[in-house]
T-cell receptor, first 116, second 112 residues
Framework: NAGVTQTPKFQVLKTGQSMTLQCAQD?????MSWYRQDPGMGLRLIHY???????DQGEVPNGYNVSRSTTEDFPLRLLSAAPSQTSVYFC???????????????FGNGTRLTVT | SQELEQSPQSLIVQEGKNLTINCTSSKTLYGLYWYKQKYGEGLIFLMM?????EEKSHEKITAKLDEKKQQSSLHITASQPSHAGIYLCGADSGTSYGKLTFGQGTILTVHP
């Protein structure tokens, strides 16, 4: 039971570098999302997807790109990393974008990103 | 946009003590979710509340939704070190499909 798998677990980037945070789920969930977690600010929604080929912006989308070519994968791309993007990133999925006890969000274990 | 405010931001208790964490929304709550996070891990779903006055329990954790006050409380009875972690409340906006908002979290430390 893999659930939601995020890679890598840790990453250090220099300002201006690009990278992709990977997220894969094996539960056939239609809804996937990316959050960033910063001290004292809780989780903030970056981008989300309600199905393959469909993505939309969340609360803090600037500096990030996403695509959803398959149901299983939802990668998050940083085109030109900035120190302000230092954070812990969580990918989550559920069977529905409207949460319920039957379809809560399932979270990955996070990627801790440092941009110097 | 909907905002969720949690209080307290951090809490240190002795094992065996009871405690309460509050979550207040700036808008009407259509669904309120409680998650727990252990350090270095993702969030684990605890329970969901939808109806005003609804109360649910999971082991020694009880959550209640006061719809009129747009507030939810999470109560832990006889706390144990295993209860330590970060508790986050989350809410569905009810208008924008897929946009879920979370509070800033409450850090709970339980001393044995």
């Amino acid at each position: 039971n893999a659930g939601v798998t995020q890679t890598p677990k840790f990453q250090v980037l220099k300002t201006g570098q690009s990278m992709t945070l990977q997220c894969a789920q094996d539960m056939n969930h239609e809804y996937m999302s990316w959050y960033r977690q910063d001290p004292g600010m809780g989780l903030r929604l970056i981008h989300y997807s309600v199905g393959a080929g469909i993505t939309d912006q969340g609360e803090v989308p600037n500096g990030y790109n996403v695509s959803r070519s398959t149901t299983e994968d939802f990668p998050l791309r940083l085109l030109s990393a900035a120190p302000s993007q230092t954070s812990v990133y969580f990918c989550a999925s559920s069977s529905s974008g409207t949460q319920s006890e039957n379809s809560p969000l399932h979270f990955g274990n996070g990627t801790r990103l440092t941009v110097t | 946009s909907q905002e969720l405010e949690q209080s307290p931001q951090s809490l240190i208790v002795q094992e065996g003590k009871n405690l309460t964490i509050n979550c207040t929304s700036s808008k009407t709550l259509y669904g309120l979710y409680w998650y727990k996070q252990k350090y270095g891990e993702g969030l684990i779903f605890l329970m969901m509340l939808q109806k005003g006055g609804e109360e649910k329990s999971h082991e020694k954790i009880t959550a209640k939704l006061d719809e009129k006050k747009q507030q939810s409380s999470l109560h832990i009875t006889a706390s144990q070190p295993s209860h330590a972690g970060i508790y986050l409340c989350g809410a569905d906006s009810g208008t924008s499909y897929g946009k879920l908002t979370f509070g800033q979290g409450t850090i709970l430390t339980v001393h044995p």
